[in-house]
């Protein structure tokens, strides 16, 4: 059974802390994103990375940054979190032209 | 980059009655269209997808219909029932990495 693990559920920080989301995935994809979702907004795509050590920037960048050390694993930094970052996070993963696998979310509280 | 348009956002059905959500999308090199069911509290989750070379998708009680020349594609949901209560999301592929997102659909199944 393929999976995609974040490693936090729900997460409460206080504003100006450093945040590391971090998310794993066993399928040997080449592809992981991180997403954020907000009501009538979707899912927008914050960064992605198609190889170790590779990012993109998505559509929604700033105030973010991202880790891929290795292939299984894709870490999303906020440097300093501020309150509008208060969001659900989530991390997909797949390969080239199929479907995308997403992990259950980190509901993240700013305050 | 792409742009993916869905509706409607909200959309209450009464139990047996077919559903049916519209996206459109704005670029024709888009070739991969995939559909994700998110449930209250989970990731999203694959349902069906299609291809550019494809008109239609079946799959039991879900089929998914692709119109290249007017660049929009809709899901159809037969004989609802109330586990189909959930949120939908279309999404366009163009590179075969990044995915665009549609706005979502909550989905009410009435008993």
């Known amino acids: 059974d393929v999976k995609v693990t974040q490693s936090s559920r729900y997460l409460v920080k206080r504003t100006g802390e450093k945040v590391f989301l971090e998310c794993v995935q066993d399928m040997d994809h080449e592809n992981m994103f991180w997403y954020r979702q907000d009501p009538g907004l979707g899912l927008r795509l914050i960064y992605f990375s198609y190889d170790v050590k590779m990012k993109e920037k998505g559509d929604i960048p700033e105030g973010y940054s991202v880790s891929r050390e290795k292939k299984e694993r894709f870490s999303l930094i906020l440097e300093s979190a501020s309150t509008n970052q208060t969001s659900m996070y989530l991390c997909?993963?797949?390969?080239?032209?199929?479907?995308?696998?997403f992990g259950q979310g980190t509901r993240l509280t700013v305050v | 980059g792409e742009n993916v348009e869905q509706h409607p956002s909200t959309l209450s059905v009464q139990e047996g009655d077919s559903a049916v959500i519209k996206c459109t999308y704005s670029?024709?090199?888009?070739?991969?269209f995939p559909w994700y069911k998110q449930e209250l509290g989970k990731g999203p989750q694959l349902i069906i997808d299609i291809r550019s070379n494809v008109g239609e998708k079946k799959d039991q009680r879900i089929a998914v219909t692709l119109n290249k020349t007017a660049k929009h594609f809709s899901l159809h949901i037969t004989e609802t029932q109330p586990e189909d209560s959930a949120v939908y999301f279309c999404a366009a592929s163009i590179t075969g990495n990044q995915f665009y997102f549609g706005t979502g659909t909550s989905l009410t199944v009435i008993p």
């Open positions: 670029d024709s090199a888009s070739n991969y």
């Open positions: 997909a993963s797949r390969r080239m032209n199929t479907e995308a696998f």
